[in-house]
C-alpha cells in the first residue's frame, strides 16, 4: 500500500514539473519572440530658425523594455533611419540623412518603459561628418535636434513631441497571449489536481 501511496503523491508532483518546464520554455520563447523592428515615425516641431523635419526610425523593439537605453557609438542595433528636412534658410533649402550619415544615436526609456530620449548625432564618436548638401544634424537636448551646415552655424533646431509608451510589436502581442494562456492552463491543472 506504501508503493501505490508512493506513486499517488509523484503523479501530481510530476504534472507540476512538467508544467513549471512548459512555463520556462514559453518564457524564453516571448522573450526572444519581442525581438523584431519597431518603426517609430516622427515629425518634429520648429523651436528656431525654420524648415519643416519628418521622418522615422526603425530599430529592434529590445529597447522599448522599461529602464532600458541603446550603446553609445553602435548603429546595430539601429535599423534604419531616414529624415528629410525641407524650408531651410541656406542652400540646399532640402536635405535628408539616413543612418549612413550617422556617427551615434540614442533611445532611452524609464521604468514604465516611456520613451526619454530619442536623438541622432553625426558629430559624435570621434566622427564629424556631413551629408551630401553638407548639413550635419546634432542632438543638442533630449528630443531636440539641431541642424548645422558646414560652417558650424545652427540654421534650425527642431524638437519632437515626447512618445508615449510604444505598442507592442506584433510578435509581444503574440507572445504574450501564449503567456496568458500558459498561465490559465497551469491554473486550471492545478485545480484540478
Known amino acids: 500500500m506504501k508503493s501505490r501511496n508512493c506513486s499517488d503523491r509523484a503523479q501530481p508532483r510530476r ?4 508544467w513549471l518546464g512548459l512555463a520556462v520554455c514559453a518564457v524564453l520563447g516571448a522573450t526572444s519572440a519581442l525581438a523584431a523592428p519597431y518603426t517609430y515615425t516622427f515629425h518634429y516641431k520648429l523651436v528656431s530658425g525654420q524648415g519643416t ?3 522615422s526610425v526603425t530599430f529592434d523593439d529590445a529597447l522599448l523594455a522599461p529602464n532600458s537605453q541603446s550603446t553609445p557609438c553602435d548603429l546595430t542595433q539601429l535599423i534604419s533611419f531616414d529624415l528629410h528636412i525641407s524650408g531651410l534658410p541656406t542652400s540646399p533649402s532640402s536635405t535628408s540623412f539616413t543612418k549612413a550619415d550617422l556617427a551615434d544615436w540614442a533611445v532611452r526609456t524609464d521604468s514604465a518603459g516611456r520613451f526619454t530620449d530619442i536623438n ?8 564629424n561628418k556631413v551629408n551630401a548638401d553638407g548639413y550635419a544634424i546634432d542632438g543638442v537636448a533630449p528630443f531636440a535636434l539641431a541642424v548645422i551646415i558646414q560652417t558650424g552655424a545652427q540654421v534650425a533646431v527642431f524638437e519632437l513631441q515626447r512618445p508615449g509608451i510604444p ?3 506584433t510578435y509581444g502581442v503574440v507572445a504574450l497571449a501564449l503567456l496568458v494562456l500558459l498561465t490559465g492552463a497551469l491554473l486550471v491543472a492545478r485545480r484540478l489536481s
Not at 504534472?15 to 512538467?18: F, G, L, N, V
Not at 541622432?120 to 566622427?127: I, L
Open 167 to 169: 505598442a507592442l510589436s
Open 53 to 55: 523635419a519628418t521622418g
Open 15 to 18: 504534472t507540476r514539473a512538467i
Open 120 to 127: 541622432f548625432w553625426m558629430d559624435s564618436c570621434t566622427q
